[in-house]
T-cell receptor
Framework: GAVVSQHPSRVICKSGTSVKIECRSL??????MFWYRQFPKKSLMLMAT?????????EQGVEKDKFLINHASLTLSTLTVTSAHPEDSSFYIC????????????FGSGTRLTVV | AQTVTQSQPEMSVQEAETVTLSCTYD???????LFWYKQPPSRQMILVIR??????QNATENRFSVNFQKAAKSFSLKISDSQLGDTAMYFC???????????FGTGTRLQVFP
């Protein structure tokens, strides 16, 4: 089945630094990738949608300059949290879908970001 | 805008029993998909079951089945013969064929006890 690998699983960074999270589709070409944020005991909030080779589409209220998304290839999308602050601490999850695949997205295992 | 509502924050069921999780949604669209996802303590999102809105027949996957009431915009999940491994957070999700975006409900925490 379709597998999505997300790294790192956990990261701690200092306030003011940037952190990059990678999302890779291992056995299919991901034409579309989605990035979500999940607060403790809360639902998943869609942050942005990225299509290979084009700019990401951000949801309302998501700062595109803070959360940089790059989908440079059909198997890799990255989310960079720039100048991270403690309020950016959260669980970030990516999901991916390939062309022709049944609807039902494959999710990465998530990244726990803690900004200190 | 579409919304998904799960009115049961927590549910519990005894092993081998049956439990039903509720979900309602709001949309003006006619073509869409509905999903139930499971998120165990590992935080990995796992697809449980999917329903295409144009299909009248309720989807079934082994012990999991749905009751899809399109007119009422209701999409409940029934788990039969509950197992300890079913303990998880369950999210109902809506996807418009126009946007491809998944909109999640707030989730129901299910605890299966021996």
């Amino acid at each position: 089945g379709a597998v999505v690998s997300q790294h790192p699983s956990r990261v701690i960074c200092k306030s003011g630094t940037s952190v990059k999270i990678e999302c890779r589709s291992l056995d299919f070409q991901a034409t579309t990738m989605f990035w979500y944020r999940q607060f403790p005991k809360k639902s998943l909030m869609l942050m942005a949608t990225s299509n290979e080779g084009s700019k990401a589409t951000y949801e309302q209220g998501v700062e595109k300059d803070k959360f940089l998304i790059n989908h440079a290839s059909l198997t890799l999308s990255t989310l960079t949290v720039t100048s991270a602050h403690p309020e950016d601490s959260s669980f970030y999850i990516c999901s991916a879908r390939g062309a022709g695949m049944d609807y039902g997205y494959t999710f990465g295992s998530g990244t726990r970001l803690t900004v200190v | 805008a579409q919304t998904v509502t799960q009115s049961q924050p927590e549910m519990s069921v005894q092993e081998a029993e049956t439990v039903t999780l509720s979900c309602t949604y709001d949309t003006s669209e006619n073509n869409y998909y509905l999903f139930w996802y499971k998120q165990p303590p590992s935080r990995q999102m796992i697809l449980v079951i999917r329903q295409e809105a144009y299909k009248q027949q309720n989807a079934t996957e082994n012990r999991f089945s749905v009751n899809f009431q399109k007119a009422a915009k209701s999409f409940s999940l029934k788990i039969s013969d509950s197992q300890l491994g079913d303990t998880a957070m369950y999210f109902c999700a809506f996807m418009s064929l126009n946007t491809d975006k998944l909109i999640f409900g707030t989730g129901t925490r299910l605890q299966v006890f021996p």
